[in-house]
């Protein structure tokens, strides 16, 4: 087997880009619209489509997803929205941008995912919402959440970043809850560099999306410059600037055509590795629920120091000198300065999200990945393990 070298160093994440791609933005360059346009609108109605129905609004980031769902629940200052502390920052800070509290229920320390328990116990006079993330691409347990939202009559506003192709008992996650997000960053099953996506079941909410999405104008721009002549706006809310661009779409057009062969590529790749490290002493990703559909987003090891003989941190380096591309997701949130001085969290308040925030370490897990690139891995893996 080739040794890699510094040349040939493997990314973490790294999209498969295919001709489709390339020939539709260099379309949109050719006909003029750069910002947002028919491919927009186009991406939109495909991304509704692959997840069953509803309405959709394409947005530049997952953040501003959120964020634009939290604002159109019409959340006020104080109330309060819990979500999970497994989670990259951007679900917390969706939260405090639209002027709201986050507060943390631990996680199932099995599935990674919120613990619906704990959500229970997290409730208050001053809980409004409730945020979940379905992490590296597993589903959330929505029966229970759910049933907890209607039972305290609580918005639902699900993080989706990781879970394009993800499903609970049939249903596409991101469908069940006042408000599904989305990611295309460039590391997501589905990429257009940056992007992200608003699904909801009422056309209403999201035409509320989208007028807060672009400076809280009541028409958007290239309706307003369309071949049936100008059309006026108002300004109808305080919004933001969070629209997508059409050369952006013109990617997720084509990546969104792929997203079910990708997904098989990524079986493929994540069944190897589940065989490949069976008998190591790490902890590997547990089965999928029944009647679940796991996306694959996430190929995560947990490196406990103890059975391992080397920290995650010491593991990350040496993958790093045999040239393999890993990443950490994540650690968690009340690991970060900022949160502790903000809001007092404390270690031991979610001690599952915080163990396996010191632990995890992410592989490899892009349809991009050759065979040889997938052997390269395990092989990096197991010499680091062993030296």
Not at 131 to 156: N, S, Y
Request: hydrophobic share 40%; aromatic share 8%; charged share 25%.
């Amino acid at each position: 087997m080739p040794v890699r070298t510094k040349d040939n160093f493997l990314v973490f994440g790294a999209p498969l880009i295919e001709q489709d791609e390339i020939d539709e933005v260099a379309a949109s360059m050719r006909s003029g619209w750069l910002g947002t346009g028919p491919k927009v609108a186009r991406f939109e109605s495909d991304f509704a489509a692959y997840l069953g129905g509803g309405y959709a609004a394409a947005c530049n980031s997952c953040t501003a997803a959120l964020h634009l769902s939290l604002v159109a629940l019409g959340l006020k200052p104080g109330d309060e929205v819990i979500t999970t502390p497994l989670t990259f920052c951007a679900s917390v800070n969706a939260i405090i941008h639209a002027g709201c509290t986050p507060v943390l229920a631990d996680v199932d320390p099995v599935t990674m995912n919120i613990d619906p328990d704990r959500i229970r116990e997290k409730i208050t006079d001053r809980t409004r919402a409730i945020l979940p993330v379905h992490f590296a691409g597993r589903a959330c347990d929505m029966d229970p959440i759910m049933a907890i939202a209607r039972e305290h009559g609580l918005k639902v506003v699900e993080d989706c970043a990781h879970a394009i192709e993800t499903t609970y008992k049939g249903q596409h996650a991101g469908t069940f809850g006042d408000f599904g997000c989305f990611s295309f960053y460039v590391t997501k099953n589905v990429c257009t560099g940056e992007g992200g996506m608003v699904i909801a079941r009422e056309e209403e909410d999201i035409r509320n999306v989208k007028v807060l999405g672009l400076h809280g104008m009541s028409a958007d721009a290239w309706k307003r410059f369309s071949d049936d002549g100008y059309k006026h706006y108002q300004v109808i809310h305080a919004g933001f600037k969070y629209n997508m661009m059409d050369i952006q779409a013109a990617i997720g057009i084509h990546q969104l055509k792929r997203v079910e062969q990708c997904f098989v590529r990524r079986c493929e790749i994540w069944d190897r590795y589940q065989e490949a490290f069976r008998t190591l002493p790490v902890g590997q990703p547990a089965p999928e629920e029944p009647g679940t559909r796991h996306a694959r987003h996430l190929y995560t090891l947990l490196i406990d120091p103890v059975p391992c003989g080397i920290d995650r941190d010491e593991f990350l380096m040496r993958m790093n000198r045999e040239n393999i591309g890993c990443g950490v997701h994540y650690l968690a949130v009340p690991e970060h300065p900022y949160y502790q001085e903000r809001f007092g969290w404390k270690l031991e308040d979610t001690p599952h999200a915080v163990a396996i925030g010191r632990q995890t370490i992410s592989l490899p897990l892009s349809p991009k990945l050759t065979d040889e690139d997938v052997e390269d891995v395990i092989t990096a893996v197991k010499t680091c393990l062993a030296d």
